[in-house]
């Protein structure tokens, strides 16, 4: 199987989402230079966390309009899954791929620690390596995390079973306390109407080593690894 992960100026998670994929695929993936128009086949497509352009304008914005954006848009339409996360799940936004948008943390303050996510569908090629319901701790980074929709889009993504991850503590409840960005109703990550297209802002790249202290992350790409094969 073959992935592919695209870099913009500003990128730096890309080498995390690379040894991750390769533990799970077990292939190298490609690197794809955001100017790079002409995409090789390929069964995932990841859009990585980091800084696009340096988040000028905001978050994501410029990084939307890259060359290469637009033949993400048309793999995705042609149903090759592709994943966003932190930076990638702003740039998924800012490209209309994914509804809503990542606004600044409701403190307004940079968040870096370890999270819980509640796992609120296992029916999806993303989330197949997990229970429904299961609880999850996996690191996030980000000053624009805060995920906003209107009533009526987030009252879609409910309905549709559209919710892929939701911040909760440890014992799985989604408490004020346990969203670290002020995201409405604790959505930490959403898929499109097909499920092919997930963005999330936690980092489950980073969470695939004990050594770096958890590897709860592992199930997403094991998961996709079995998905797609």
Partial sequence: MKTAIIVFPGSNRERDMAVALRRSFGTEPLMIWHKDVDLPAVDLIV?????????YLRAGAMGAHSPVMRTVKERADQGVPVLGVCNGFQTLTEAG??????MRNAGLKFVCRTVHLRVETAQSVFT??????????????HNDGNYYADDATLDRLEDRGLVAFRYVDAEGGATEAANPNGSRRGIAGIFNDTKTVLGLMPHPEDAIDPLHGGTDGRGLFDGLARALA
């Fill in 97 to 102: 791929m994914l509804p809503g948008a990542l």
């Fill in 47 to 55: 859009v990585p966390g980091g800084f696009s352009y340096g988040d």
């Fill in 128 to 141: 197949s390596g997990y229970a429904a319901g299961q609880t999850i701790a996996v690191p996030v980074a």
